[in-house]
């Protein structure tokens, strides 16, 4: 997904994945985030950054896609972690009690 769609863009550093997400990641973009996650985990990388420097906007339901997408992540074994948690990201996620099982907080 790009910024200007609404949608999360992959790429690859190495070993490293990462995924970044847009100005505005909303319901709309859920689906398609979490088909860029899965084509990141077919890639079997050793770590995957979520990269959320750009995310300015973020709902409940694009929250819960990154709860599924952590916890798969985990379990695929796949070093995961976030990167430029912006405050709509952090304060969003624990006003929801998400912010522990999206890895927000420690």
Known sequence: M???TGQVK???EGKT????FPADFKIGGAKAFMATVTRAMRKKPE???LD???L???DAAALQATVVAWGAMKNAGIAVRW???PESLTGGARLLG???AAGIDP
């Open 52 to 54: 959320a420097a750009a």
């Open 17 to 20: 994945a990462r995924l970044v």
């Open 47 to 49: 770590a995957l950054i």
């Open 10 to 12: 992959l790429s690859s």
């Open 56 to 58: 300015e906007r973020v």
């Open 98 to 100: 998400l912010a522990s």
């Open 2 to 4: 790009d910024e200007k």
């Open 83 to 85: 990167e430029n948690c």
